[in-house]
């Protein structure tokens, strides 16, 4: 049961939802498959165990059972759950706030900053990054000025976000931007960044081949070998496929 402090502090939708989850997730609770969870991340989040299959299902129903939030209620239903430990919280908040994306303005892009930059890890990160900021600058060009701070930013959760934003952009890619976010942070010794970047090309260079051949051809010193080796590896498969046709 969540503490009474936690919940008199949200408004209806907020607590409505936040309740209607805990007492879903509660029921599915499986302390082996939690243990199991939380070594893959590194023991850095606990977890209720559910599968994933079946925790999309039981949010499914959840959300159905409520009118679409407007933003002020997503953006508290969404810190509310992101405040609660079980990760699979922070899961349906992602998942909350992709089915409702494209309602979401600009002013949300702080809120979406602080939850990258709060539990931070892969998981809710590159949610967070293809799914909602990347919808919210798509929806306004504008505000890939805001990426371009970002991308400079110390915190690499940050920076791996707007390296990641246009993950799912396809045609609608700005390529100059990803290029040159790419080269920024090309010696960069993270590796989550490094992973980011060749991600960010391989997704790219299933559109512009060439293009993504041409820069890496162009920066080969500037990137990382895990950069080169993600990046190549779509178009390396793609060439090894042909050569057996």
Sequence with gaps: MLPVQYISRMGQYAEDVVLRLNDAFERERDSAN????????????????????RRVAIQRIVFAE???PINPELTEAVTGLWALPEREF???ACDILRRNAGTLTPSFLPTARILIESKSWWDT????????VGTIVQNDRSCASAM????????????????????????????ERLFRYCLSRGDERDFFIRKAIG?????YSKT??????????AH??????????????????SRSLKSLD
Excluded: C
């Excluded at 939690?34 to 299959?53: D, K, L, N, T, V």
């Excluded at 060439?210 to 820069?215: E, I, L, S, Y």
């Design 66 to 68: 409520f009118p679409r």
């Design 208 to 217: 512009d081949a060439k293009a993504v051949r041409g820069f890496i051809a």
């Design 90 to 92: 922070q899961y349906a």
């Design 125 to 132: 990160v590159d949610a967070l990054a293809a799914n909602v």
């Design 34 to 53: 939690a243990a199991s969870m939380a070594a893959y991340m590194r023991g850095q989040f606990p977890f209720f165990g559910i599968p994933a299959p």
């Design 199 to 203: 991600w960010s090309l391989r997704e």
């Design 220 to 237: 080969e010193t500037r990137l990382s070998s895990l950069s080169k080796r993600e990046a190549l590896l779509w178009l390396n498969r």
């Design 148 to 175: 371009d701070h970002w991308i400079t930013d110390s915190n690499t959760w940050v920076a791996r976000a707007a390296i990641l934003y246009q993950l799912k952009w396809k045609t609608e890619t700005d390529t």
